[in-house]
C-alpha cells in the first residue's frame, strides 16, 4: 500500500514562494514517475509538473520558469519549489505516483491548499 503524504501549503502574499513537499511510503520511491497536480475550484484537476525516475522533468507553460519540481531518493520525497506566485496559482495541489509504470498515476496524496492573496 503506497501513502503519499503533502505538506509546505498555505497563505502567501504574491511574489513569494512556498515549497511543497511529498513523502512517499510502502514503495521502491525511486524507480517512480511522480507528479504534481492542481485543481482551482470550478476547474480540472491540471498537471503542473513532473518528474521521471531518471530526473526528466516537464512544467505546464503556466508555470514554467517559476515552479520547480525536484526528488530526494534518499528521503524517498519529492518537492515543488513555487516562486513568483500568482493568485491565478491558488488551488489545492495533489502529488501522484505512477506506481504500475502505465503512463498514468496510480496514487494520489490528500492534497495541500495553497492561496496566493494579498
Known amino acids: 500500500q503506497v501513502q503519499l503524504v503533502e505538506s509546505g501549503g498555505g497563505l502567501v502574499q504574491p511574489g513569494g514562494s512556498l515549497r511543497l513537499s511529498c513523502a512517499a511510503s510502502?514503495?521502491?520511491?525511486?524507480?517512480?514517475?511522480m507528479g504534481w497536480y492542481r485543481q482551482a475550484p470550478g476547474k480540472q484537476r491540471e498537471l503542473v509538473a513532473a518528474i521521471t525516475s531518471g530526473g526528466s522533468t516537464n512544467y505546464a507553460a503556466s508555470v514554467k520558469g517559476r515552479f520547480t519540481i525536484s526528488r530526494d531518493n534518499a528521503k524517498s520525497t519529492v518537492y515543488l519549489q513555487m516562486n513568483s506566485l500568482k493568485p491565478e496559482d491558488t488551488a489545492v495541489y495533489y502529488c501522484?505516483?505512477?506506481?504500475?509504470?502505465?503512463?498514468?498515476?496510480?496514487?494520489w496524496g490528500q492534497g495541500t491548499q495553497v492561496t496566493v492573496s494579498s
Open positions: 501522484a505516483m505512477d506506481y504500475y509504470f502505465r503512463g498514468k498515476y496510480d496514487y
Open positions: 510502502g514503495s521502491i520511491f525511486s524507480i517512480k514517475d
